[in-house]
């Protein structure tokens, strides 16, 4: 590589850099110290920061119990059918986040699909807790799923025919063997599907709607901050910038969706 | 005490398995020879209930444990009901798990002081004992081996299947263990197949010889020892 060569690709990289260091930058150096100290611990950022941690924490533990059976059995069985559920699950990934709130609200608001039983019961979910966690749950599940996914099957086969030739147990062999072989890979992807959770907008805007201290998560508070109280917006980006910085780093160290060699 | 009738299987066009008949009779140790990649390791697989044939009969102690594309239904008993242990190439040791966890796995309805004593007793045999505490990753490719040899020993089996054990090991520790391993076949009494492309390695520690070529057992001879 000549030096021309070189020189266009460090420009190039200094760019790229730039394009996305700026933006991070901005939102670090919009408030003082003292006012991001004074507004992180105002009620306006306090009260949506609990509510996401919550429901992100609650959602992603959901993913993790509901999504893990079928994750296991795409990754480590072959059936009929494999490649669209396999498909079907990612679909949450891909789409706008104002389509997947649609969804939601015509599944399971009241005269929805599913809602108009719910309210025969009594049951309305639209502009609930239960809500935020069911499209935050929707719209991250996919993070966990691919990484969980990878994990099982990065499991090396000999290892379980080994445990299969010990036990006839296969909760036994799934317990002790699949399930700890596979946990870092499982616990990449519930920090995944929590911080897309955590930042989730469009989808629980449109379904859960925007109730302060009921259904208003960090990212609705920051939108609707902007329009009067630009600092509190500005804190609660700096603490979302921090944990998705954190968050990625433990993502990629604990091996991130890649498979071990 | 192993009987393998009219074995066949192929991986799509390729017939690795064709028409594979051997009987191993109780307390015989035989030699499976032949060069890698031609189906020894296969054929163990399915005497071990691994793998499903494409078609053929596998006996073990008069009774049917795999059957395909035979008389009646077929049958195919889990791995864990034949009362064999199986020493693969590469160990296949639990990871996570510390040599004591590794070698009490299988070992099942027994109290917990009665599973500590077989266990210990195996790795005593197999003087691993002082390992008990270590993790696989912690140990040489030696005491790995001891480490696979007694957790496929630790349930008591009949059977043994070992798949090139001494491969991977250098030709010092080969030797050594080649002698260990005779010994313990004889302690034990177990019914062996051996599988292993060494001709030598296969003199050394089997009753009698099976040539594997072409898919079956192309002879077989007695060893003088």
């Known amino acids: 590589m000549n030096r021309t060569q070189t020189l266009l690709l460090g420009l190039a990289s200094v760019l790229f850099l730039f394009f996305i260091a700026v933006p991070v930058a901005a939102v670090f150096l919009y408030t003082t110290p003292s006012q991001l100290a004074s507004a992180i611990t105002s009620d306006a950022v306090i009260t949506p920061l609990k509510l996401s941690f919550l429901t992100a924490t609650v959602s992603a533990t959901l993913v993790v119990i509901v999504a893990t059976p079928l994750s296991y059995a795409l990754a480590r069985r072959r059936f009929r059918g494999r490649l669209f559920l396999d498909t079907l699950v990612d679909i949450p990934m891909v789409l706008p986040p104002s389509v997947a709130g649609l969804a939601l609200l015509l599944a399971f608001a009241p005269r929805g699909l ?11 979910l639209p502009g609930s807790l239960i809500a935020v966690i069911m499209a935050e749950a929707f719209v991250a599940s996919p993070f966990y799923f691919r990484s969980s996914k990878t994990a099982f099957e990065s499991v090396n086969q000999r290892i379980l025919d080994s445990a299969r030739i010990l036990t006839k147990s296969d909760a036994r062999v799934f317990l002790r063997v699949t399930l700890p072989l596979a946990s870092r890979g499982i616990l ?3 920090i995944m599907c929590w911080a897309r959770a955590l930042g989730e907008f469009g989808a629980t805007l449109l ?16 939108y609707i901050a902007m329009a009067s109280n630009l600092v509190a917006a500005d804190a609660l980006s700096v603490i979302l910038i921090v944990i998705s910085f954190v968050v990625l780093a433990a993502f990629k160290f604990l091996g991130g969706w890649q498979k071990p060699a | 005490m192993i009987s393998i009738g009219g074995l066949c299987k192929a991986f799509g066009e390729r017939q690795v398995i064709k028409d594979l008949n051997l009987e191993v009779d109780a307390g015989e140790v035989v030699g499976l020879v032949g060069p890698s990649g031609i189906g020894k390791s296969t054929t163990l697989n399915i005497v071990a209930g691994l793998m499903e044939p494409d078609s053929g009969e ?14 009646g239904p077929n049958v195919m008993v889990h791995p864990a009901d034949r009362g064999l242990g199986y020493v693969m190439q590469d160990n296949a040791l639990f990871p996570h798990l510390s040599v004591m966890a590794n070698v009490t796995f299988g070992l099942r309805g027994l109290d917990a002081s009665a599973v500590r004593k077989r266990a210990m007793d195996v ?12 993790l696989p990753g912690q140990l040489s490719g030696g005491q790995q081996k001891r480490v696979a040899l007694a957790r496929s020993l630790a349930p008591e089996p009949r059977i043994l299947l070992m798949d090139e054990p001494l491969t991977s090991l250098d030709q010092e520790l080969r030797q050594h263990l080649m ?3 005779r010994a313990i076949f004889d302690r034990l009494d177990l019914t ?3 599988v292993t492309h060494d001709n030598f390695e296969a003199r050394s520690l089997a009753d009698r010889i099976a040539v594997f070529g072409s898919g079956r057992i192309s002879g077989s001879f007695f060893v003088s020892h």
Do not use: C, S
Not at chain 1, 114 to 124: A, N, S, T
Not at chain 2, 58 to 71: D, E, H, L, Q, S
Not at chain 2, 123 to 134: H, N, Q, T, Y
């Open chain 1, 114 to 124: 599913v809602g108009r039983y719910l309210l025969q019961q009594g049951i309305v």
């Open chain 1, 188 to 190: 990449a992807g519930f």
């Open chain 1, 207 to 222: 379904f859960a709607g925007n109730l302060p201290g009921v259904t208003q998560t960090m990212p609705l508070a920051i």
């Open chain 2, 58 to 71: 596998v006996k073990i102690g008069g009774k049917t444990v795999t059957r395909f594309a035979g008389p």
């Open chain 2, 123 to 134: 790795m005593e045999m197999l003087r691993i004992a002082d390992l008990k505490g270590l």
């Open chain 2, 179 to 181: 002698g260990e391993l």
């Open chain 2, 192 to 194: 062996v197949i051996y």
